[in-house]
């Protein structure tokens, strides 16, 4: 069964012939209102969600299919302890097909291990947001006319920014593809994300100033501070207004500059910016519907083909440490490593 739980588990190809589909939904939204007919989309939702939870909803009822599910943990069986495994194990004898998001890292693997339909990551902590990358790409598709050859901004918070990790993953397999990073130190991407997707040293710099490579963006990626994954609440403090986009900023901005944002804004991109051409962040989220139209399909279409993903081993010497990893806190999982890297976060595992 195919799942989509990191963005690379599809190829350029699926992920060209997803934009294509959800482009003739735009133009010809009547031909798939139906498709979906007597289909349920089971949402799962641990942890916040505004856009994510209600584009996926909107997905499923454009396609004429149900969604059941939670937004709040405190209103399932969650609330009374019940493990990522067990929740889903359920919602899957329920549904068809599962959206899920989670706080802690690689907890939709744990889903997909379990689950008899197909998982989609909605997010999980700080790790990925697979579908977030999808919406991003259909956005700079139909803006800039192209995915190569573009020097990609992305600024703010590098290091918790799941959705920047996901874009770069996905981008960096482009041709001509240059990244300039925008963090304070403390935000700076994580090695592991450097590792696995940016091996190429020339195709990024790293820099704290965002006005002074304004210039030579093709798309500028704001992103918020993520406050809900900091360990402290005065280095919050501290950080939060690193970066604040305003139309005196953009004064040396290229005309044909795409601002995007994943949503939702906190300061890092001041409301008089609304107005400006170049601010395409509500079309990405309008964008984000019927790309998933064209997700939902595709998976239940596949649900019978073999699933791409490697599976891992156990190694009784090794032990991830990261506190954000589902197997910090799911009873009963298989630890399972690929190499020296824990399968479900992506990190490096150390010896016990
Ligand atoms: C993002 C997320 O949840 O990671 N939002 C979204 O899904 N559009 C970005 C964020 O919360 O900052």
């Known amino acids: 069964m195919r799942n989509l739980i990191d963005i690379l588990d599809f190829s350029k190809e ?9 482009t003739d939904i735009i133009s010809n939204p009547e031909k798939y209102s139906e498709v979906c007919h007597g289909k349920i989309l089971g949402t799962l939702f641990f942890e916040p969600s505004t856009r994510t939870r ?7 009822m454009s396609l004429g299919g149900n969604v059941l599910g939670f937004s709040n943990v405190s209103s399932s069986s969650v609330a009374k302890g019940e493990t990522v495994a067990d929740t889903v194990r359920m919602a899957s004898a329920y549904s068809d097909i599962i959206a899920m998001r989670h706080p802690k890292e690689g907890a939709p693997i744990v889903a997909s291990r379990v ?16 579908t977030q990358t999808l919406t991003d790409l259909i956005t700079i598709k139909r803006k800039l006319g192209r995915l190569d050859n573009l020097t990609v901004g992305i600024c703010g918070d590098l290091k ?23 963090s304070p130190d403390e935000l700076k991407l994580p090695d592991y ?3 696995e997707f940016l091996s190429d040293k020339s195709s990024y710099k790293e820099v704290h100033d965002l006005d002074s490579n304004m210039s030579e963006l093709d798309i500028l990626y704001m992103t918020r501070i993520q ?19 305003t139309k005196e900023k953009l004064k040396d901005a290229k005309p044909t500059l795409s601002i995007m944002h994943p949503l939702p804004r906190v300061t890092e991109i001041d409301v ?4 400006d051409p170049r601010a395409h962040y509500f079309d990405q989220a309008a964008n984000g519907r ?26 009784p010497s090794l032990v991830c440490r990261n506190p954000h990893c589902i197997t910090s806190t799911e009873r009963g999982i298989k630890k399972l490593f690929s190499g020296n890297c824990c399968i479900y976060c992506d990190q490096t595992a150390v010896e016990k």
């Open 227 to 245: 406050a809900e994954r900091f360990g402290s609440a005065d280095e919050y403090e501290r950080l939060k207004d690193s970066y604040i986009l």
């Open 160 to 182: 918790y920014g799941r959705t920047v990790h996901s874009l770069i993953a996905a981008m960096a397999r482009y041709e001509g593809i240059k990244f300039v990073l925008i």
């Open 290 to 315: 019927y790309i998933r139209m064209a997700l939902i399909l595709k998976l239940l279409a596949e649900r019978q083909a073999p699933s791409k993903r490697a599976r891992g081993e156990e190694n």
């Open 272 to 275: 008089e910016v609304d107005d």
């Open 193 to 195: 994300v450097k590792e």
């Open 54 to 60: 209600l584009s996926f909803t909107s997905a499923m």
């Open 14 to 22: 699926e992920i060209d012939s997803l934009i294509d589909v959800a």
């Open 115 to 130: 689950s008899s339909v197909p998982i989609i990551n909605a997010g999980d902590g700080g790790h990925f947001h697979p």
